[in-house]
């Protein structure tokens, strides 16, 4: 594996991961898209150490220090990530590089459980990401960091807040 990591494949990346998110696709098919070795995520829930817990934060279970995880999947409906920008930030090396999103959010969820109607937010979430070449998928991309809040969360007026 081999070649400098190109706006396009980070492009086709990007556009792949909101799509999982979206369909909420198969965690195993999503677990390509992350890093076996070192992987380190911040959501606004909590920091997650490793394949284990990104697993947990998506589909539910227990994260390494034992707190329990609905899973978001279980949590959000009719999502829709939009990506509005992308570029690198730096570039450590022609495998990996840093890289900052800015991506428009919208979902629904229903709280509290069994409640009339469900809420919605729309937002715009700026993430900071380190990608490294992978061939565990067709992308070969995968996360090896990610913050999705590395800027506030921007709401659209009228919409619902986490």
Not at 17 to 25: R, S, T
Not at 134 to 152: C, F, G, H, Q, T
Not at 155 to 160: L, T
């Amino acid at each position: 594996m081999s070649g400098r990591i190109t706006e396009e494949d980070i492009d086709r990346f990007a556009t792949a991961w909101f799509v999982a998110l979206d369909v909420h696709a198969a965690p195993e098919q999503c677990t390509t898209m992350v890093a076996d070795e070192g992987l380190e995520m911040i959501f606004p829930e909590k920091p997650l150490h490793g394949v284990g817990d990104f697993l947990a934060w998506y589909a539910g279970g227990t994260y390494s220090d034992g707190e329990d995880a609905p899973g978001v999947t279980k949590i959000f409906f009719d999502e829709v990530h939009t990506l509005q920008s992308m570029h690198v930030v730096e570039r450590i090396s022609d495998d990996k590089v840093k890289v900052r999103v800015i991506v428009e959010w919208q979902a629904s969820w229903i709280d509290p459980p069994g409640a009339p109607r469900p809420k919605r937010t729309s937002m715009e979430a700026t993430q900071d990401w380190t990608l490294q070449r992978s061939d565990k998928n067709p992308y070969r991309l995968e996360v090896v960091e990610y913050v999705a809040i590395a800027e506030p969360f921007k709401y659209a007026p009228g919409f619902a807040q986490l």
